[in-house]
Nanobody, 120 residues
Framework: QVQLVESGGGLVQAGGSLRLSCVAS????????MGWWRQATGQQRELVAL???????TYADSVKGRFTISMDNAKNTVNLQMNSLKPEDTAVYSC??????????????WGKGTLVTVSS
């Protein structure tokens, strides 16, 4: 089993920055990909950014150029630096981890989520 704990959410004005962190504990050798998803009120959950232990990164088009995902393999931590935040970035951000294979990605573990609120 893998446990994920997020930190770093909060309230920020539009144009500001926040940094989210997620630490994986338990048996993190079972995972080779981590990422962030978000869900705004009344909307479906969407991928924000994904990173593999090998450094392959995927971003949602809506955050490209503003958000940066990084992973510290030694600490089993994934971070999301969010700059130039917009009110539409307001959502609950959840960390997830899983296994990426040539056949696809399976995100098997999820954190509880942290709320990011961007005021206009």
């Amino acid at each position: 089993q893998v446990q994920l704990v997020e930190s770093g959410g909060g309230l920020v004005q539009a144009g500001g920055s926040l940094r989210l962190s997620c630490v994986a504990s338990g048996n993190p050798v079972r995972i080779n990909v981590m990422g962030w998803w978000r869900q705004a009120t009344g909307q479906q959950r969407e991928l924000v950014a994904l990173i593999t232990r090998g450094g392959r990164i995927t971003y949602a088009d809506s955050v490209k150029g503003r958000f940066t995902i990084s992973m510290d393999n030694a600490k089993n931590t994934v971070n999301l630096q969010m700059n130039s935040l917009k009110p539409e970035d307001t959502a609950v951000y959840s960390c997830a981890a899983g296994l990426a294979t040539p056949f696809g990605v399976s995100m098997d573990y999820w954190g509880k989520g942290t709320l990011v609120t961007v005021s206009s």
